[in-house]
């Protein structure tokens, strides 16, 4: 826990009057570790399949004497698996609901909260991520440095009826001013230009208590070799590699 000029010692163009000081804080190259992820995977004798969209899955199949899960893509193939784990981000509950056999009031509505990002022109003034106080469906409009030395404002919240809705108005910039003034009162009008959106994946809507994450397996939906993975919200990057350990150990 910082005072206001401790915090103000190690970034002095923050305004604040209190802070917390998280000092492993930091930033990753996402595609990266998806990269690496991946080549992981494929060094352990695993396979990635691209563009192969689920059409239909049949829980409890019987196929040449074998019980599993049987999946069918979008071109006609059959795979036989005696373990699915739907990670299917903003879209696993309409995966979810593609399962025969699993019962439907073990799939949650999906709700999309869009992200705006606006990106500062010029150089950063800060060193450190800066978080406001959380808001009610999100972190606030916060600061991040990207691996460039790149400052980005966001996201704010906004609910939209569509995972694809991923354009930034840029009116809504006159509402990142005053969030951002707030802690950095020398913010100069015209800074901020429009940048890029993304969808959380809520299970929870506007006005209702935040949802955590939810992790279903056999012992919630009684589908056996079956983990849904639904709302991993942006948290669910920095914790991934936990969440996989977690499903493991489920099935």
């Known amino acids: 826990l910082l005072t206001a000029e401790q915090a103000q010692a190690l970034e002095p163009a923050l305004a604040c009057v209190a802070a917390l000081h998280s000092p492993s ?32 899955a049949q829980c409890g199949a019987q196929v040449d004497g074998a019980q599993g899960i049987l999946l069918t893509t979008a071109d006609g193939t059959q795979l036989l698996a005696s373990t699915v784990v739907n990670a299917a981000g903003l879209w696993a509950p309409d995966v979810a609901r593609q399962f025969a056999g699993l019962p439907a009031e073990h799939v949650p509505t ?13 150089r950063a003034p800060f060193t450190h991520l800066i978080y406001p106080v959380p808001e009610a469906a999100g972190l606030g409009v916060h600061l991040t440095l990207d691996l460039g030395g790149q400052a980005k404002f966001g996201p704010d919240v906004q609910w939209v009826d569509s995972a694809d809705d991923l354009v930034v108005d840029p009116q809504r910039g006159e509402g ?17 230009t429009t940048g890029y959106a993304g969808i959380r994946p809520k299970i929870s809507g ?39 350990k977690a499903v493991a150990k489920m099935l």
């Open 206 to 244: 506007p006005g209702e208590a935040a949802a955590d994450f939810c992790i279903q397996g056999e012992g919630v939906h009684g589908v056996a070799g079956l983990v849904n993975l639904f709302g991993i919200e942006s948290p669910g990057l920095t914790s991934s590699l936990a969440i996989a």
């Open 25 to 56: 804080t930091g930033i990753v190259d996402s595609h990266g570790l998806m990269l690496s992820l991946q080549g992981d995977l494929e060094n352990a004798g695993g396979m990635v399949v691209f563009n192969s969209p689920l059409a239909q």
């Open 176 to 192: 990142f001013y005053a969030e951002v003034r707030r802690y950095w009162p020398a913010l100069q009008d015209g800074q901020l």
């Open 110 to 122: 999906a709700y999309y909260a869009k992200g705006n990002y606006f990106v500062l022109s010029g």
